[in-house]
Nanobody, 125 residues
Framework: VQLQASGGGLVQAGGSLSVSCAAS????????MGWFRQAPGKEREFVAA????????GYADSVKGRFTISRDNAKNQVYLQMNTLKPEDTAVYYC???????????????????WGKGTLVTVSS
């Protein structure tokens, strides 16, 4: 599975941005998907995840209520809608895929099998 994140950019605090992850090579309908981010000087961290059927989702506490993960298996894409952005959301955002069972909640980086190149999101204050 090849993954490519896109849609990053510069946005003011309080604004919104949507990032997308396009997959190629395989159909995503048997993969759980996750979004992770890495800020400068920090470790990569979990942001959100969604099960293959989209019935299970999970969010980091820091983004809960502001970010929404969704997927369109027909288009082989996963999305992350980010609202009420804060400067601390500034990071490179990565999408990842895993065929390991996902029932919701936190999704470990170690569980992910495929990673895409990230897209930079910068939130100015």
């Amino acid at each position: 599975v090849q993954l490519q994140a896109s849609g990053g950019g510069l946005v003011q605090a309080g604004g919104s941005l949507s990032v997308s992850c396009a997959a190629s090579g395989r159909n995503l309908n048997t993969y759980a998907m996750g979004w992770f981010r890495q800020a400068p000087g920090k470790e990569r961290e979990f942001v959100a995840a969604i099960g293959w059927s989209a019935t299970s989702t999970g969010y980091a506490d820091s983004v809960k209520g502001r970010f929404t993960i969704s997927r369109d298996n027909a288009k082989n894409q996963v999305y992350l809608q980010m609202n009420t952005l804060k400067p601390e959301d500034t990071a490179v955002y990565y999408c990842a895929a895993s065929q390991r069972y996902y029932s919701g909640g936190y999704y470990s980086l170690r569980a992910m099998e495929y990673w895409g190149k990230g897209t930079l999101v910068t939130v100015s204050s």
